[in-house]
């Protein structure tokens, strides 16, 4: 039976939003075709009608995953950013949660579009956090910036950090505790010009 263009890009979209998924909880390495494929409904043999290789795929998995952070971003100002991002809702659930905080370790050591993807996708994540830079001259808007990479960059690492203790450790929570306190503090002290 022939597939129609509608479709097969409802079915590449699909296995995108799936591999975004598993990417997140397994790592690039820790998710294979035929894998993905199955999670998908799909057979293995379908995957190179849709994509040229698994790193095309990586790539477009990191678009979706930083596509869905920016998404459940919008609206929210950096106090709601912050508490939302350091719970542990959110450090329990990596499939589901930021693409960065899963993903940087393993896409530092990819090729360059899965890199580029990751530099776009936080771009974008910046923009979607800066709101606080409205108004303000250049400089103001360069500080407003940095402040917005100071964050997202503290905020990943904590994330990653305490992913990286055993589940019940005390030391897990604390990261997220002290970490969600400083950036809030660092937030309500900082200079809005």
């Given at each position: 039976?022939?597939?129609?263009?509608?479709q097969?890009?409802?079915?590449?979209t699909?296995?995108?939003?799936t591999?975004?998924t598993?990417?997140?909880e397994r790592?690039?390495?820790g998710?294979g075709?035929?894998?993905?494929?199955?999670?998908?409904?799909?057979?293995h043999?379908?995957?190179?009608?849709h994509?040229?290789?698994?790193?095309?795929?990586?790539a477009?998995?990191?678009?979706?995953?930083?596509?869905?952070?920016?998404?459940?971003?919008?609206?929210?100002?950096?106090?709601?950013?912050?508490q939302?991002?350091?719970?542990?809702?959110h450090?329990?659930?990596p499939?589901?949660g930021?693409?960065?905080a899963?993903?940087?370790?393993d896409a530092?050591?990819?090729e360059?579009?899965?890199?580029a993807?990751?530099a776009?996708g936080?771009?974008s994540?910046?923009?979607a956090l800066g709101r606080?830079?409205?108004?303000l001259?250049?400089?103001?808007r360069?500080r407003?910036?940095a402040?917005?990479?100071?964050s997202?960059?503290?905020?990943?690492g904590a994330?990653?950090?305490?992913?990286a203790?055993?589940?019940?450790s005390?030391?897990a929570?604390?990261?997220l505790?002290v970490?969600?306190?400083?950036?809030?503090?660092q937030i309500s002290?900082?200079?809005?010009k």
């Open positions: 039976m022939k597939v129609t263009k509608a097969a890009q409802a079915n590449r699909h296995i995108v939003e591999a975004s598993l990417f997140r790592g690039y390495d998710v075709i035929a894998d993905l494929m199955a999670a998908a409904g799909f057979t043999g379908g995957f190179y009608k994509f040229g290789s698994k790193a095309d795929l990586m477009e998995a990191a678009a979706c995953g930083v596509a869905q952070t920016v998404a459940k971003t919008e609206g929210a100002d950096m106090v709601g950013y912050v939302q991002y350091l719970s542990r809702e450090r329990d659930s499939g589901d930021c693409t960065m899963a993903l940087c370790g530092a050591r990819q360059e579009p899965v890199k993807a990751f776009a936080l771009e994540l910046l923009a606080e830079g409205e108004g001259d250049t400089a103001g360069k407003a910036r402040r917005r990479i100071d997202i960059a503290h905020a990943v994330i990653m950090l305490s992913r203790c055993p589940d019940d005390p030391l929570d604390e990261i505790e970490c969600r306190s400083a950036m809030l503090s002290g900082a200079p809005k």
